[in-house]
């Protein structure tokens, strides 16, 4: 359950051991009473990745971490299409008719960060 304060937030979090900045403390409150994302961004080791886990922890989900960086693209970060077994599904197709509609399906589709978040 979320906290009703920025207060009840902060101890819950203490009680996992992470003490929330003021401004962090009120980011993460408002994205979880609004069931709104939160974009975390800073340089390396400034914690964005251990306050992810305290509340993945916390809450009892499973945490999904995508590594930005320059040149990070939509195939990296969403999906891509499994093209070695679409093209195993061709090849044993012969001659047989086989349309778009049965290459393009989700067991072809390999799942990244943002399309398994959304899942």
Not at 55 to 63: A, V
Not at 65 to 76: M, S, T, V
Request: glycine share 8%.
């Amino acid at each position: 359950m979320i906290p009703d304060s920025v207060a009840g937030l902060r101890a819950v979090m203490a009680d996992h051991d992470y003490v929330l900045s003021d401004g962090l403390a009120v980011s993460l409150f408002l994205a979880l009473r609004k069931q709104r994302p939160l974009f975390l961004e800073g340089e390396a080791g400034v914690g964005k990745t251990e306050v992810a886990k305290t509340l993945s922890s916390w809450l009892g989900r499973r945490l999904i971490r995508l590594q930005c960086y320059e040149g990070l693209d939509i195939a990296a970060a969403a999906y891509e299409w499994n093209y070695a077994r679409q093209m195993m599904q061709i090849q044993s197709a012969g001659q047989g008719v086989l349309s778009s509609a049965d290459l393009f399906t989700a067991e072809n589709l390999i799942e990244r960060p943002l399309l398994e978040a959304l899942r």
